[in-house]
């Protein structure tokens, strides 16, 4: 069976690993603040502060910008659901705009059309790595008094306008999940240029103690810490930050891998009437964490009979990205929301096996399978 990823880790991840474990600081440490020093430097932000997912940075994210109950924020239903959960999960109001149907990003002039007079934030979605043209939704936020977040959950290693996503905007929430480019397990990122916005979100990540492990451990005095506020238990792992520091060392390699396999699929289907490929414009750089194809009216096979057919020949795939606002824990409240390019671009597209290493065989095989199921 030929996977639709897998993570790129070596001996050398598990030897790191395997010395932080024996140096009994596993947790919070020296290895976490290295990370989050290694990292801010890779994408050219000031600060960058390590969580435990993708899902609890933008959380806090969310805290910080102010956004909060009755809030409303706009962002893009095709997307992972967590998304819009982060938006709930400050009791705010998730506004789903419609997306550019070859990018799969947010579509301006729709979220433009839906700024209201309760409306606090932006969540830019990277989509699947490819960037979304942040100066623009700059732009807006800037017009309306708006705070601009970037879930760049799918792009680590991506770039706009020459770049690294990351150093754009003063929230950008990264994760580290196994099926992103690099990986720590499971873990996260926000990266920010405000050092008020630093200083919180690493209080809150650490259940609002004013003091932390490290610095009380470290100290020749006895110190007591206050809890400031009430925080999270958000916290990267040492363990897991002495992995992502050897995976930051190679994300560049890794994307570099990754977009050789993308230009081979590119080649193979580009002559292809019924079907569109991922358009990177220029200024534009993505990671390609995914790899999408849609299938247009005239393709010989349905969506879902092509992941079938796929998977009866060794070839798993995935659907489309999934449209919150159809999701049974959105359905309800979203029962009059109308997002047909969405809806369009969730049900029409699906997602082809590309991870590093994946062999010019398995390559090969995939792209031959494809053009054999959808030209018969």
């Known amino acids: 069976m030929i996977p639709i990823s897998k993570p790129f880790l070596t001996k050398e991840e598990a030897q790191l690993a395997y010395d932080t474990i024996l140096t009994g600081w596993i947790t919070q440490g020296p290895r976490v603040t290295e990370f989050e020093e290694k990292f801010a430097t890779y994408v050219g932000a000031k600060y960058a502060v390590a969580v435990s997912n993708c899902t609890t940075a933008l959380h806090l994210a969310m805290i910080v910008a102010g956004v909060g109950s009755g ?5 893009p239903s095709l997307s992972y659901i967590a998304t819009a959960n982060a938006i709930k999960y400050v009791n705010a109001i998730p506004v789903f705009a419609e997306i550019d149907p070859v990018t799969y990003n947010l579509d301006a002039l729709d979220v433009e059309r839906k700024i209201t007079k309760k409306t606090k934030a932006i969540l830019l979605v990277h989509q ?3 960037p979304a043209d942040i100066d623009r939704f700059a732009e807006l936020a800037k017009k309306y008094d708006l705070k601009l977040i970037e879930d760049a959950a799918c792009a680590a290693g991506s770039s706009y306008k020459g770049k690294k996503i990351g150093s754009h905007s003063d929230l950008v929430c990264f994760s580290l999940h196994p099926r992103k480019v690099i990986t720590t397990g499971d873990g996260g990122f926000v990266t920010t240029n405000r050092e008020d916005y ?5 209080l809150l990540r650490q259940h609002g103690m004013s003091v932390n492990d490290r610095v009380r451990h470290e100290s020749n005095k006895v110190i007591f810490e206050d809890h400031i506020e009430v925080g999270y238990n958000y916290r990267l792992t040492d363990i897991q930050a002495s992995v992502g520091i050897k995976q ?8 570099n891998e990754r ?13 292809i009437p019924y079907l569109r490929l991922p358009l990177e414009e220029k200024g534009y750089f993505s990671n390609y964490q995914s790899y999408s194809v849609y299938l247009k009216d005239g393709c010989p096979v349905s969506r879902n009979e092509l992941m079938q057919q796929m998977l009866d020949l060794g070839i798993a795939t995935r659907r489309g990205i999934m449209t919150i606002h159809r999701e049974s824990a959105y359905k309800n409240e979203c029962e009059n929301t109308s997002l047909p390019v969405s809806e369009d671009a969730s049900d029409n597209s699906i997602l082809l096996p590309l991870y590093v290493p994946m062999s010019d065989t398995d390559i090969d095989y995939v792209i031959r399978t494809f053009m054999k199921l959808i030209t018969t």
Do not use: H, T
């Open 71 to 75: 809030d409303e924020v706009i962002c």
């Open 128 to 130: 699947i790595g490819m």
């Open 198 to 202: 630093y200083k919180r979100i690493k």
């Open 248 to 255: 930051l060392e190679k994300l560049d390699w890794i994307v």
């Open 259 to 271: 977009r050789k396999i993308a230009e081979k699929y590119n080649d193979s289907f580009k002559s």
